[in-house]
């Protein structure tokens, strides 16, 4: 069983890329579970903010969500924006998860801005839309200092960097059970 923790800002690939994994994974007959900040933050951490320690405790949550999945699973992702190297290494200690930066370019997130975020971070502070703490823009993203993969999907397509995470998965899981 590997954990993986994808992480990056908003829009830089992380749902894409697990979602798009899952079913090549599971042609080889693997086992795969996907645990988004996204989908999480409207259940088990509906009671948290996007302060530090609020992002913290989130990551912490989503660790021990999938180290409970480990039964049932060869493969547990967690996507979240997760900013903070201090959890991330915790969870590294912890479960040894791995890291995989997707990176992105601020200009291409602010182009694709699925969600409107980019657009309301960059409103005049009295706009009453104003976003104050979007991480990368006005809110801090630490840098993963060592990553095992770092995935930039500012200038390839999603299929692309689909495969190059997939080949990373298979190394990944060939080097464990050897
Ligand atoms: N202020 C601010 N900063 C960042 N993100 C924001 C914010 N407000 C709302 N959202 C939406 O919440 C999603 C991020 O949740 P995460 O659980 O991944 O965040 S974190 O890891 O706790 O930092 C994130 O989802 P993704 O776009 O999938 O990354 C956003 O849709
Ligand atoms: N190389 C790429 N890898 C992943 N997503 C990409 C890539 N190029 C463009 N995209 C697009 O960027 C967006 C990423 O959104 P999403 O996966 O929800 O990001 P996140 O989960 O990090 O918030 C999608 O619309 C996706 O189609």
Not at 126 to 131: A, I, R, S
């Given at each position: 069983m590997m954990i993986i923790q994808l992480t990056g800002l908003s829009g830089a690939g992380k749902s894409t890329l697990a979602v798009g994994v899952k079913p090549l994974l599971e042609k080889q007959s693997l086992k795969v579970e996907i645990i988004d900040g996204d989908v999480y933050r409207k259940t088990l951490c509906k009671d948290l903010?996007?302060?530090?320690?609020?992002?913290?405790?989130?990551?912490?949550?989503?660790g021990e969500v999938a180290w409970s999945f480990k039964n049932r699973a060869d493969i547990i992702m967690i996507a979240a924006i997760n900013p903070f190297e201090a959890i991330r290494n915790e969870?590294?200690?912890?479960?040894?998860?791995?890291?995989i930066w997707v990176?992105?370019?601020i200009p291409v997130l602010l182009k694709r801005d699925t969600k409107g975020l980019y657009k309301r971070a960059l409103l005049h502070?009295?706009?009453?839309?104003?976003?104050?703490?979007?991480t990368g823009v006005n809110d801090t993203y630490e840098v993963p200092a060592s990553p095992d993969?770092?995935?930039?999907?500012?200038?390839e397509p999603a299929s692309q960097s689909v495969l190059t995470f997939y080949e990373f998965l298979l190394r990944s899981r060939a080097s464990y059970l050897s």
């Open positions: 903010g996007f302060s530090k320690e609020d992002r913290m405790e989130n990551i912490r949550r989503l969870l590294k200690e912890k479960y040894g998860t791995k890291t990176k992105c370019e502070d009295e706009h009453p839309d104003k976003l104050f703490n979007l993969l770092v995935i930039d999907t500012s200038g």
